[in-house]
Antibody, heavy 126, light 110 residues
Framework: QVQLQQWGAGLLKPSETLSLTCAVY????????WSWIRQPPGKGLEWIGE???????NYNPSLKSRVTISVDTSKNQFSLKLSSVTAADTAVYYC????????????????????WGQGTLVTVSS | QSALTQPRSVSGSPGQSVTISCTGT?????????VSWYQQHPGKAPKLMIY???KRPSGVPDRFSGSKSGNTASLTISGLQAEDEADYYC??????????FGTGTKVTVL
């Protein structure tokens, strides 16, 4: 049973870089893709990007120029960096998992997010 | 990518059924059978309720069901219960390894 626990700085000034880390417990780190998703206060969810254990990444085109997602397989952790933050980046940030299923030589990635981390509120204010 | 369109709110009495729609385009909802639904209680992380349009994860009550027709997906909650009161979000794979979420729907149990 995979569980995710996340942490990072909760208060940033404009132009700084947001940095969050998510640790994976209780499952195979290579058996999932790992995503970051955010939710501005009172608003909906936005997918930020994903990474696998090999470091292969995919990003939301709207954030791609500012986002870096990385992985540390030795610690079963993955991280998010978002540069040049503004007030519009104020949100609760979640880490989440997408299961990979292997059928012989075929690798299928689940197109859903489960489980999720507990969320981290990041506020950008001068 | 534009957010998928959901009604702002739906309501029903205990025991009734409610249906939440999720409208996208042929590039997301209509193009793939990869729609998922999430339940979110205030201050909590989202919880997966439906994946691949109509599949239910282990532990999710069979009162929750999903379907899709064209560019619109739907989540139906049958036999509404007090604990179902929450926000619900749909999500669709949108091609090119990206995902788009819905605008969210608040379900109120009267």
């Amino acid at each position: 049973q995979v569980q995710l626990q996340q942490w990072g700085a909760g208060l940033l000034k404009p132009s700084e870089t947001l940095s969050l880390t998510c640790a994976v417990y209780g499952g195979s780190f290579s058996g999932y893709y790992w995503s970051w998703i955010r939710q501005p206060p009172g608003k909906g969810l936005e997918w930020i990007g994903e990474i696998n254990h090999s470091g292969s990444t995919n990003y939301n085109p709207s954030l791609k120029s500012r986002v870096t997602i990385s992985v540390d397989t030795s610690k079963n952790q993955f991280s998010l960096k978002l540069s040049s933050v503004t007030a519009a980046d104020t949100a609760v940030y979640y880490c989440a998992a997408q299961r990979i299923t292997i059928f012989g030589v075929v690798i299928l990635k689940g197109r859903w997010f489960d489980p999720w981390g507990q969320g981290t509120l990041v506020t950008v204010s001068s | 990518q534009s957010a998928l369109t959901q009604p702002r709110s739906v309501s029903g009495s205990p025991g009734q059924s409610v249906t939440i729609s999720c409208t996208g385009t042929s590039s997301d909802v209509g193009g793939y059978n990869y729609v998922s639904w999430y339940q979110q209680h205030p201050g909590k992380a989202p919880k997966l309720m439906i994946y691949d349009v109509s599949k239910r994860p282990s532990g999710v009550p069979d009162r929750f069901s999903g379907s899709k027709s064209g560019n619109t997906a739907s989540l139906t909650i049958s036999g509404l219960q007090a604990e179902d009161e929450a926000d619900y979000y749909c999500c669709s794979y949108a091609g090119s390894y990206s995902y788009v979420f819905g605008t969210g729907t608040k379900v109120t149990v009267l």
